[in-house]
């Protein structure tokens, strides 16, 4: 075959050839709420739990944003959004590929979740808000961050001087003062497995 | 469990792990060279070979990148260089999840490739140089693109006005002039075995 001939060639493999070698659905299960909410820990467990059953995840957090694609940004409200957009295209990418992309952000605005929303495309897109009450995140406190922020060491800290807007249609909500991360986790899998994301 | 003994808990599922899943190993292709060197055929040619196999892979493109993650950017050297670390770590990502990235990028500059380079990482980054001669690149002109750049329509055109500065030692070099798709995809995976990105 000569190579002019192939000029104008399709791109040959889809998503849909990806996900049947995969055996699963590409899509982004978005874990949001107030720091020390117990997102991370549930992204964890998911990513751990889908692992076993052979399903390939990725997990996108803060760390590997801020010291990667977003390390040229700051923390003023274009940069976040921009931080935002960012993690919903590379998410986009991942989820094309056949990936479920597990990610755990604070993104307190409803205007970065709603971007998120529309870059990843509608059918792509999983909420889980994890409501856990403000006064025991911050009992918790597992970075010291509650008590920077109470001090006025950090600015703007969601839940104490900036707000956290709560999504107003999430798939599923988990409140982690009140169900353990086992009854958590099965409401999280369930909640994927009913969408198609898994069989 | 309580949530708060699980506050350190490690990201537990490692790029190892996928990649034992998918039997392959997390790399990225970029293919470099002229417009029309056959670049996106030799790409399209070398996911279908791998995805023939069972592999999972994602191309990478100008067209993916430009309308989605880099559609902030123009193409001032800055920006051309932002797209570039973009591209790049975005391709790091998927290597981090098992995927095999093919990219196909004209990437002229050697400063660029080697910024790639330094955000993959040099195990996990491997270059084919597609060195079709630039008289038969614009024999070619399957897109019109080296006539509007004669004409001086398209300004800094790679080739015509612009330099490509061919890469110092990759790892492969295929001349779409001299071999046929086949003998050329052949040498590809060759490449790739011998690096062990495939069994």
Not at 132 to 144: I, N, Q, S, Y
Request: proline residues 4%.
């Amino acid at each position: 075959m000569a190579f002019n001939e192939l000029a104008n060639i399709d791109k040959s493999i889809t998503r849909r050839r990806r996900e049947s070698l995969l055996g699963q659905r590409g899509a982004v299960v978005w874990f949001t709420g107030l720091s020390g909410a117990g997102k991370s820990t549930l992204a964890n467990a998911l990513e751990e739990w889908l692992n076993e059953k052979g399903k390939l995840t990725y997990l996108l957090d803060g760390d590997i944003m801020r010291t990667g694609l977003s390390q040229d940004l700051g923390f003023s409200h274009d940069d976040r959004m921009e931080n935002i957009r960012r993690i919903a295209e590379v998410s986009k990418i991942l989820v094309h590929s056949g990936v479920i992309c597990i990610s755990a952000f604070i993104s307190p605005y409803r205007e970065s979740r709603e971007l998120a929303r529309r870059v990843i495309g509608e059918d792509d897109f999983y909420v889980i808000y994890v409501s856990t009450p403000l006064a025991v995140c911050e009992g918790r406190d597992p970075k010291g961050l509650y008590m920077k922020a109470r001090q006025g060491v950090i600015p703007e800290f969601t839940g104490v001087s900036s707000p956290y807007e709560e999504p107003v249609d999430p798939n599923l909500i988990l409140d982690t003062s009140q169900h353990d991360i086992d009854a958590c986790l099965k409401l999280a899998t369930e909640m994927i497995r009913a969408a198609g994301v898994i069989g």
